[in-house]
C-alpha cells in the first residue's frame, strides 16, 4: 500500500508543480490555493509512505515520479521540447527509479 501511497504523492508533486505555472508569480488566486493544496496533500501522502519505507528511496522515488510527470505534463501542456536527448535523461530517471524498486 505505501508504494501506490507514494505514486499517488509524486502525481501530486507534479500537480503543484504544474500548479506553479499557472500562479502567474503567486498573483492569481485560485491557482495559488490549488498548487498550495497540492503541495500539503503530496508531502502527506510522502510523509504516510515514507512510515514504511527507507528515506532515501522514498524521497527519490517521489521527487522522480514527479520530474518525469513534470516533463510529460510540460511537453503535452506547453508544447515542451520532445528532443532525443531528453526524452533519453527521463529514460534514465525511469530506469533508477525501477532500480530502486526492485531493490527494495
Partial sequence: MSWIILFFAGLFEVGWAVGLKYTDGFSKPLPTALTALAMIISLGLLGLAMKELPL???YAIWTGVGAVGTVIAGVI???????L???LSV???????????LSH
Wanted: charged content about 10%; cysteine-free.
Fill in 56 to 58: 532515501g528511496t522514498a
Fill in 77 to 83: 501542456l506547453f508544447g515542451e521540447s520532445m528532443a
Fill in 85 to 87: 536527448v531528453r526524452l
Fill in 91 to 101: 529514460a534514465l530517471i525511469i530506469g533508477g527509479l525501477v532500480g530502486l524498486k
